[in-house]
């Protein structure tokens, strides 16, 4: 499955959320991340989240598609960290 993670957290929490959303998707802009991932994985890294969230405070919004063709992207301006030429 192909997952848009956006985050907004405590600026306490920021660091934790940030290596977090690193080791199972790919960063590419403040706060956003974009990749493939299994549903398991994707279980883990929730499950993961929520234990270093606030839930009053802080939120994590995914928007899952079964696979990356089916999500038109554009990109305006400046493309920090392209994720067009993985194998």
């Known amino acids: 499955m192909y997952v848009i993670a956006v985050y907004d957290v405590n600026e306490?929490?920021?660091g934790?959320?940030?290596k977090l959303c690193?080791?199972?998707?790919?960063?590419i802009q403040n706060s956003v991340f974009e990749g493939e991932i299994s549903p398991v994985k994707l279980k883990e890294m929730i499950l993961e989240a929520e234990?270093?969230?606030?839930k009053k405070e802080d939120s994590l919004i995914l928007f899952k598609s079964r696979e990356p063709r089916w999500l038109d992207k554009q990109v305006v301006g400046l493309e920090r960290m392209s994720t067009?030429?993985?194998?």
Do not use: P
């Open 12 to 14: 306490k929490r920021v």
């Open 16 to 18: 934790k959320m940030l």
């Open 22 to 27: 690193r080791r199972y998707l790919n960063w």
């Open 51 to 54: 234990a270093l969230m606030d």
């Open 84 to 87: 067009d030429n993985f194998l």
